[in-house]
């Protein structure tokens, strides 16, 4: 079984930047862990992923020049970083465990292990 909680979320000003953090337990190297966000009245998208047994990271075209996405073992914590922030990412933030492909591009599945959620609010 794995539990993810969300941290991090609040209120920044447009060009601001956050750290969102997901404790995680119950994940093993095969999994993909990763970063989702949906704003109001669309769907889930992904956002940035990572292949826990490797090094590989993998993001969407939206974030990819002002993301990165980490993960610190020892704390069994993944982390989000996002700069130049603007209202286009406002949105609940969740941490997603999953094996099978770690994209983050395309229709999002359900499966896995999603966490409760982290408001994230850009104003302009």
């Known amino acids: 079984q794995v539990e993810l909680v969300e941290s991090g979320g609040g209120s920044v000003q447009t060009g601001g930047s956050l750290r969102l953090s997901c404790v995680a337990s119950g994940y093993d190297d095969d999994d993909c862990m990763g970063w989702f966000r949906q704003a109001p009245g669309k769907e889930r998208e992904g956002v940035a992923a990572l292949y826990v047994g490797g090094v590989t990271t993998f993001y969407a075209s939206s974030v990819t020049e002002r993301s990165t996405i980490s993960l610190d073992k020892a704390k069994n914590t993944l982390y989000l970083e996002m700069n130049s922030l603007s209202p286009e990412d406002t949105g609940m933030y969740y941490c997603?465990?999953?094996?099978?492909?770690?994209?983050?591009?395309?229709?999002?599945?359900?499966?896995?292990?999603w966490g409760q959620g982290t408001q994230v609010t850009v104003s302009s």
């Open positions: 997603r465990a999953w094996k099978d492909t770690c994209l983050v591009s395309g229709v999002v599945s359900s499966s896995g292990y």
